[in-house]
């Protein structure tokens, strides 16, 4: 992480399916929409939305990651508007072991991959001598 990093947990650049169910703070169930992950760590996501979401309430969540259903809940943190969309932070605040298990395998594969990628790519520069 940068020095300017505010994040406590890796985040990782993913592109995934989910639907998501707005709950007011009330407890009432609003809106049921889909939208798609941006980015995933163990206890958030940025996702990508048509819809606003409100930043009060909560959210319940499940998102499609490779052959798995993962069931969340959480809480908008900071949403902003770009292209159209909407980009929301999502603190997880509720997710089940055997969900936080699929969770934790994702981003330790995806970043044991990206660990990889940037071995392969992390070789010595060599500059051409002027003659």
Do not use: W
């Not at 993913?14 to 639907?19: F, P």
């Not at 929409?33 to 606003?52: F, K, Q």
């Not at 395998?105 to 990206?114: G, L, P």
């Amino acid at each position: 992480m940068t020095p300017a990093e505010k994040r406590k947990f890796l985040r990782l650049d993913a592109l995934h399916l989910l639907d998501f169910l707005i709950i007011d703070e009330a407890g009432n169930q609003c809106e049921y929409s889909m939208g798609r992950t941006l980015d995933v760590s163990i206890n958030g996501i940025m996702m990508e939305t048509v819809e606003e979401i409100p930043m009060k309430g909560s959210l319940l969540i499940t998102l499609g990651i490779e052959d798995n259903l993962v069931d969340v809940s959480g809480f908008p943190i900071h949403t902003t508007k770009a292209n159209n969309r909407h980009i929301s932070g999502i603190e997880f605040n509720e997710v089940a072991r055997e969900n936080r298990a699929v969770l934790r395998s994702y981003v330790d594969e995806f970043q044991t991959r990206k660990d990889a990628l940037l071995r392969k790519n992390d070789f010595p520069q060599t500059q051409a001598k002027v003659v």
